[in-house]
């Protein structure tokens, strides 16, 4: 390539880059403007970035929906992985009548859309009185990426030499020593890219929360939605939240990246 | 006594049989190969002793305890495997203690054996570093030596020395027989190299199709080889095999006309369409005369030892191990006789009937009654 068309193509790579991240670049600066200078014309590039009433406001009033958010994340990834690595390796190295049959059944219940169950939930939470608790979202989310964990974990534990669990059982180990001191370090890769993607879905689901919560176990999605109003939408707490939502996302997926990369292309070549 | 006893052992996949109904009996302290062919179920009948692989009928008993149904971690055993199988994610120490430290054994004992293991093994410079930074040889001896700390009752090798260079295997195998002199532990091993089998073994089990064709020593198997399949299996080149019919006074009439006497073999033992075999060893070769008269199609040299390819018209492609041999070569005349007393003959069944010989054995019919 010569270096003007290189030239090109970086000055082209910028602009879709640009129009990509236009909303995003908006969003962050419009969080640190008041509500005039949002709408202001001629347009207020730069902010002033030590103005944080925004922040202040938006986490006086809603702290706890985001400590919701953080508890019903945390908890929904934990519940999730527990579950789901056991099985995915028990799945993978018990041999037993229907093995295969209850794999495919666990997959299958991927295939209904998640909204499909929630007036279902509705009616089992109102009349086991968990409504509008934590507990409930985090056994709704929790149980709605267990397939996708398990299915996912399985072709990590797949990926062990079968002779290396056999070593261990030969060394005396019992299935439960064999799970906890070989496969999961050997699976380290794959609970961290499963537990990612558990974690994201859990941080940014809003249907299922707008369902089951209302006061008590709201989520910090729930509690943007509720800035754009029918009369109103406040841009600049939309904004500010909006920063503060897609920051542990971001942070959780970079302490991963380095698992999460070699789990995602685990296998593509011969070792 | 740390034997191993298998009972009308059998395995089956689905409809497949892979393990035919076996009997076998290993003495304690014993050096026991398993060789044979891909596909015989040699690997299947040793995770059949470890509990790897359940029986589908049979049992199998272990120090005289019967182990049928217990689970690996319960026998006692120490496995060795063609992968190695260390765990990477931990240290050349850590995966030789792994079995200590899982039976919670005290720290002192633990240290103790690990040294004792990595000195005998070679291996006290590289305790601290993962298995990934080792080379195969190295990684193969951090596998034994993750077997032997713990004292098993026996221990059980799956093609071990598969995964390493010609050189390495050589000198793996010399150290595998002096820890076996040194431990005197039941060892039990598989594999489809027969050089490994008869320098290894104290007695080999040769199997095919999921049956044991014979359980001997190395030098029985060579000698007397009960069938045709075994006979073929065990030496290299593989043994020469000529179709013969019966004849009369007591003598053999091979494919080609050729008429001979085999010492020991009475007209009443032949059947009709029997075998003879000749290991390409035993073949006497000559410039002059013998019994056959061929061409030298292909000369392998290998310095040590020249093997002959030679057609014989109406016998078929016939291979000769001439030891040191310079003056033979691809396209001249040679001239082949076959040794009466190195004669093997195999009856329509592929069993053996000619009698036991010795490779010490001097060839008269009289010597070989008596022996």
Known sequence: MTKSNNRLAVIAALFITLIFTAPIIWMVLAAFKNISDIYAIPPVWIPDFSYLDNFVLLLSENWQY???????????????????????????????????????????TRMMPPIAAAVPLFMVFNTAGMLDTIGSLIIVYAGFNLPFAIWVSMSFFRNIPKEIIEAARIEGCTWGQTFRTVALPLAKSGIATVSTFVFIFAWNELLLALFLTSREAKTFPVVISSFSTVTKTYWELISAATIIQILPPIIFTLLMQKHIVSGLTMGAVKN | MGGIVLENVCKSFGEVSIIKDINLEIQDGE??????????????????????????????FIKGQDMTDEKPSSRSLAMVFQSYALFPHISVRDNISFGLRISKAPKELIEEKVSYAAK?????????????????????RVAIGRAIVRDPTAFMFDEPLSNLDAALRVQMRVELIRLHDSLKTTMVYVTH????????????????????????TPVELYDRPVNK?????????????????????????????????????????????????????????????????????????????????VEIPGVGSVTVRAVGERNYHGGETIYLTLPR???????????????????????????????
């Open chain 1, 66 to 108: 985001l400590l919701n958010s953080v508890i019903v994340t945390l908890g929904a990834t934990a519940v999730c992985m527990a579950f789901a690595l056991p099985a995915a390796f028990g799945l993978v190295n018990y041999r037993f009548k229907g093995r295969n049959f209850l794999a495919d059944w666990i997959l299958s």
């Open chain 2, 31 to 60: 050096f026991v190969v398993f060789v044979g062919p891909s596909g015989c179920g040699k690997s299947t009948l040793l995770r059949m002793i470890t509990g790897l692989e359940e029986v589908s009928s049979g049992r199998v």
């Open chain 2, 120 to 140: 005998t093994l070679g291996l006290e410079k590289l305790l601290d570093r993962k298995p990934r930074e080792l080379s195969g040889g190295q990684q193969q």
């Open chain 2, 193 to 216: 190299d027969q050089v490994e089998a008869m320098t290894m073994a104290n007695r080999i089990v040769v199997l095919q199709a999921g049956r044991i064709e014979q359980f001997d």
């Open chain 2, 229 to 309: 399949f075994v006979a073929g299996f065990i030496g290299s080149p593989k043994m020469n095999f000529v179709s013969a019919q019966p004849a009369a006074d007591n003598q053999i009439r091979l494919v080609d006309g050729t008429l001979i006497s085999v010492p020991g073999i009475a007209h009443e033992d032949m059947t009709s369409n029997m075998t003879v075999g000749i290991r390409p060893e035993h073949l006497e070769y000559s410039h002059e005369q013998g019994d056959w008269c061929g061409t030298i199609v292909v000369e392998e040299q290998l310095g040590s030892d020249a093997f002959l390819i």
């Open chain 2, 341 to 371: 007393h190195r004669c093997h003959v195999f009856d329509n069944h592929d069993n053996r009937i000619s009698p036991n010989l010795s490779t010490q054995c001097t060839g008269t019919v009289t010597a070989l009654h008596s022996a």
